[in-house]
């Protein structure tokens, strides 16, 4: 079987650009994965709102985001490249971070530049740190890839614009490229200027992140690839579908006392049961239990599921 890295790397290297919807769970990323996408980005904007319904401001410690992208990709068999942060404090803690994530099971990570506690690309505050020692941090991150899995991708983010602009985004991209980044990820541009200034002066491979509501303008993925993006992500759509999904939801079940409104905006629960593999842990029964307690269980029934 190969591995996911491999997967990935194959991808990355051949033409094409590669389409990433968010992820922040296990269940999200096995719809991204049933929707024929192939492959997921995790969002840390998206674990900070699951886990903790709190903002993108540095509050999920290294351990918490580490064991959600374990989660997220133990299930699904399409690779999940992870947001890392900043790595998790200096060069020690992104050697370490590249590791655990591997261990993992990501296929390749995106490391940022800002200084911490960090918070989302497309919130105003932000702040970067020297581009020395986030130089310094890639060429760390590098070596700790190299040492577990050639093949895992590492990405540079910098938050520089709306720090220092375009021109120290686009000299920093240049920096971490040749640090050793697979690709870079310039966040929440603010122009379509800026967007093709980056495009037609970095000459590595760039990642385009579209948030709806963002300061970045929303292109379609054939734009962006015309363009001469290599990968683009969509790391909001999923959650932010489920959010409204949710709650306009239980508004009209507070409203009314009842469900059968909104029958028709609810997945059905066979369906929902093929998301969760109920038929795989069916036929696990059905190998490794006692035949008296699978009698007892279903009492000779078919369920429904």
Known sequence: MISKTKVFRKMFEEPGVIVMPGVYDALSARLVEMSGFKAAIHSGYGTAASLLAKPDVGLVCFKEMRD????????????????????????????????????????????????????????????????????????????????????????????????????????????????????????????????????????????????????????????????????VIFPLTTLYSAAKGMYDNLLVLKKTGSAKEILDKLIKFPDFAKIVEIDKYRALEDKYLPKKVLEEKYKGKKTIV
């Open 68 to 231: 959600q992208v374990a989660s997220i990709a133990r299930a699904v068999d399409i690779p999940v490249i992870a947001d890392s942060d900043t790595g998790y404090g200096n060069e020690l803690n992104a050697y370490r971070t590249v590791k655990e994530y591997i261990w993992a099971g990501a296929a390749g990570l995106f490391m940022e530049d800002q200084a911490w506690p960090k918070r989302c690309g497309h919130m105003f505050g932000k702040q970067v740190i020297d581009k020395g020692e986030m130089v310094d941090k890639i060429s760390a991150a590098v070596d700790a890839r190299n040492e577990e899995d050639p093949d895992f991708v590492i990405g540079a983010r910098t938050d520089a614009i709306a720090v220092n602009g375009i021109d120290d985004a686009i000299g920093r991209a240049e920096a971490y490229s040749k640090a050793g980044a697979d690709y870079i990820f310039i966040e929440a541009y603010e122009n379509m200027e800026q967007i093709k200034k980056a495009v037609k002066e970095v000459k590595v491979p760039l990642m385009l992140n579209l948030i709806e509501g963002g300061r970045t303008p929303l292109l379609s993925v054939h734009d962006a690839e015309k363009m001469g993006f290599k990968i």
